[in-house]
């Protein structure tokens, strides 16, 4: 789970994501921790999302309830990305099973 372990001025200076230690640093002494890659750099509309809301709050002091949202983004990217892995290794057998009705039934049309 993603977490906020230093304490600061919870000020949002800079956005740099260290793919080494999967920190998503904000200021010289903070950082939001245990944010993987994949979910880095999960895309919307064109767009990475954690970066970007973060971005959107450049010179903002980020409060508890700011960043109790921005681990449950994460979280909820983390949670997306097993789901699609999941749905992904289903996909041939239902690609099967369609092909199989599909062929069942234009075997009793005729």
Known sequence: MAGFPEIGN?????VL???ETSHVIINP??????????VWNFEVGGY??????LRERNGRKLNSDDQTEFMRI???FKET???????????P?????????IQTTEQQKL
């Open 29 to 38: 002494k903070q950082y939001f921790s245990k944010i993987e890659p994949e």
């Open 74 to 76: 994460v979280g909820s």
């Open 93 to 101: 057998q239902i690609e099967k099973d369609v092909a199989s009705l």
């Open 17 to 19: 994501y260290d793919p």
């Open 81 to 91: 990305l097993r789901l699609q892995q999941e749905l992904d290794s289903l996909f």
């Open 48 to 53: 990475k999302v954690c970066e970007r809301w």
């Open 10 to 14: 919870d000020i949002v200076e800079k």
